[in-house]
Nanobody, 125 residues
């Protein structure tokens, strides 16, 4: 069975940084694109960032470009989201996702195959 486990969330002040981690098991990690989504209070879950299986291709939603960096370490079966210059509007539960097809993560009509349980990020002003 596939399992994705997020960690690294917490409460920080605006302008500070956090790094989220996603540990994957039960799948051939390098064969899966990875992504991060978030869901704020009273909001729908939205796409944040994605990375291809080999780590060469990355995508970001406009609101986090230049602030967030997605990366992966295939030797450790880990994906990461480094979040710099955090803003109150970044407050959300952040979810890790995995899918063999990068397009299923980046496309509005796509649904990633596997999801983690989420980790809370709270940014105070």
């Amino acid at each position: 069975q596939v399992q994705l486990t997020e960690s690294g969330g917490g409460l920080v002040q605006a302008g500070e940084s956090l790094r989220l981690s996603c540990a994957a098991s039960g799948l051939t990690f390098s064969g899966y694109a990875m992504g991060w989504f978030r869901q704020g209070p009273g909001k729908e879950r939205i796409f944040v960032a994605a990375i291809s299986g080999n780590g060469v291709i990355t995508y970001y939603t406009d609101s986090v470009k230049g602030r967030f960096t997605i990366s992966r370490d295939n030797a450790k079966n880990m994906a990461y989201l480094m979040m710099n210059s955090l803003k109150p509007e970044d407050t959300a539960v952040y979810y890790c996702a995995a899918d063999p097809d990068l397009a299923d993560i980046t496309s509005r009509s796509g649904i990633p195959r596997y999801w983690g349980q989420g980790t809370q990020v709270s940014v105070s002003s």
